[in-house]
């Protein structure tokens, strides 16, 4: 199996950063794409951002886009979520996802494996 741990989340004020952090271990694939996702109390889960499995492309949300972007480590084991100009409505648990394949997706269905989520609280 494949375990993601998330970590980065906490409590800052409108227009602050903060970066988050998804490690996968376990079972490894030849490649693979990462996504982040969050849910808001009260809504579905959406997309937030995407990145392939070389790292050349990233796709985002339109929400996020210009404020939000998604890289690997060297390692490709890693992803980060660095966040910026953050909102009140950013507020949400956020996850990161793997894709088995080489591109990524912005539907949650095309994800396997999803970590347990970290809450990012952006106060007003």
């Known amino acids: 199996q494949v375990q993601l741990v998330e970590s980065g989340g906490g409590l800052v004020q409108a227009g602050g950063s903060l970066r988050l952090s998804c490690t996968a271990s376990?079972?490894?694939?030849?490649?693979?794409?990462m996504g982040w996702f969050r849910q808001a109390p009260g809504k579905e889960r959406e997309f937030v951002a995407a990145?392939?499995?070389?790292?050349?492309?990233?796709v985002y949300a339109d929400s996020v886009k210009g404020r939000f972007t998604v890289s690997r480590g060297n390692a490709k084991n890693t992803v980060y979520l660095q966040m910026t100009t953050l909102k009140p409505e950013d507020t949400a648990v956020y996850y990161c996802?793997?894709?088995?394949?080489?591109?990524?997706?912005?539907?949650?269905?095309?994800?396997?494996?999803w970590g347990q989520g970290t809450q990012v609280t952006v106060s007003s």
């Open positions: 990145i392939n499995w070389s790292g050349d492309t990233t």
């Open positions: 376990g079972r490894t694939f030849s490649s693979y794409a």
């Open positions: 996802a793997l894709r088995r394949a080489y591109g990524s997706s912005r539907g949650a269905v095309d994800y396997d494996f």
